[in-house]
């Protein structure tokens, strides 16, 4: 055991009155400083994690042993017991979009506890009929006890009306395996558009964190409990400045298919296409991939592909975006863009056709007239 040891050991098993310590309150610059601080210090060593509450009783300590109860050392233990708090992490950025900045989103950049997870919400943006947001979970044990779910409950309002939540879609990803830190993404569709007021106030309300242990088969529900509401509001006039909105209204058919090619929305941070059907023949199949390629004025190659479904009983309503990976431009550029010729492509189940899994073009080409 290294002398390193000896000292964590015993600074573990001190008793310590906190309530001797007068608590500073640090300014955003200092809160900075000393994250910084720890990034550059966490890049160098990525020692594995500890118990948040021991890190910052630890350090604290440290300082107070050293003989310094100066503000560093308040500075120190403030930090310590929250790390998402100083993340900034755009829409865009979740979204894997290149510019990093999410013009005209609603920022909440607010971060609560539930149970010992921290949840932090970033960006909103609103469309006529569906708003987009995006959130940090930092869960408080490593990522092999604890693998993040989702929540168990969430209720969204906008102007104080509930939003019906029955089909929202979430999507996430790994921000920091070490850490255990988890990026969402939700898309929630509205039952009706955005009212008319001047003002717009969302709330967002979580409860309950669901969660897993990996290579564990239980049938037991593991939950972090707890609940937490985040709260913004913004105009009407911001949400949609940046939004552009073109009717394209075509009706495609082939075979026993019919699909209505409604409108496209056009945002620096989110972009899609969105397809509509009520025939009964697209109602009865289980499964269908598909996507839209083409070009736009310059020759530029374009894929969008399907990201979102929603289904009732009477129609199914698709979602393709902009897929900049596999395109020659970007969601920025799109913007820009004059117009676009594009194509919708389709497969059913590979034995469907003979066994292949190659996607067929669907119904005639289309044109986009955008910025004329």
């Known amino acids: 055991m290294t002398k390193e040891d000896n000292i964590f050991r015993m600074l ?83 979204l894997g979009n290149t510019n990093t900045e999410t013009p005209g989103a609603l920022s909440f950049n607010q971060t609560a506890y539930i149970g010992n997870a921290e949840v932090s919400i970033q960006d909103l943006v609103a469309f006529d009929h569906r708003i987009v947001f995006n959130l940090l979970v930092d869960m408080d044990a490593p990522v092999q006890d604890e693998h993040f779910k989702g929540f168990e409950e969430l209720e969204i309002q906008i102007n104080g009306k509930t939003l019906n939540t029955d089909l929202v879609t979430s999507w996430g990803i790994a921000y920091d395996k070490e850490e255990n830190i988890n990026s969402v993404v939700y898309t929630v569709p509205l039952d009706e558009e955005l009212s008319e007021e001047d003002m717009v106030s969302v709330a967002i309300h979580f409860e ?136 919708f492509y389709l497969f059913d189940w590979p034995e469907k056709q003979g066994g292949t899994a190659e996607f067929e073009p669907f119904g005639q080409p289309f044109k986009v007239e955008l910025n004329n």
Do not use: C
């Not at 604290?60 to 993340?87: D, F, M």
């Not at 592909?305 to 431009?329: C, G, P, V, W």
């Open 208 to 343: 309950n964190i669901r969660y897993y242990r990996p290579g564990e088969t239980s049938e037991e529900q593991l939950l972090i409990e707890g609940a937490a509401t985040f709260s913004a509001e913004t105009t009407r006039e911001e949400l949609n400045k940046y939004t552009d909105i073109y009717n394209i209204q075509t009706t495609i058919a082939q075979d026993d298919y019919e699909y209505t090619i409604e409108k496209m929305y056009i945002n620096p941070v989110l972009n899609f296409i969105e397809i509509f059907s009520d025939d009964e023949d697209v109602m009865s199949v289980d499964f269908q991939m598909m996507e839209i390629r083409g070009t736009d004025e310059k020759g530029r190659n374009v894929l969008f592909e399907a990201t979102n479904r929603m289904e009732s009983d009477d129609y199914r309503k698709y979602s393709f975006s902009l897929t900049d990976e596999m395109s020659e431009i970007t969601t920025q550029e799109l913007v820009d863009a004059e117009y676009l010729d594009l194509q």
């Open 12 to 94: 573990n098993d001190m008793e310590i009155d906190h309530t001797e310590y007068e608590e500073t309150e640090l300014s955003d610059e200092e809160k900075d400083k000393v994250f910084e601080t720890f990034k550059s210090e966490k890049t160098l060593s990525k020692p594995k994690r500890q118990n948040k509450t021991w890190i910052a009783v630890a350090a604290a300590v440290l300082l107070l042993i050293a003989g310094s109860q100066t503000s560093v050392g308040q500075q120190v233990q403030a930090t310590a017991v929250s790390i998402i708090e100083n993340i900034r992490y755009s829409l865009n950025s979740a």
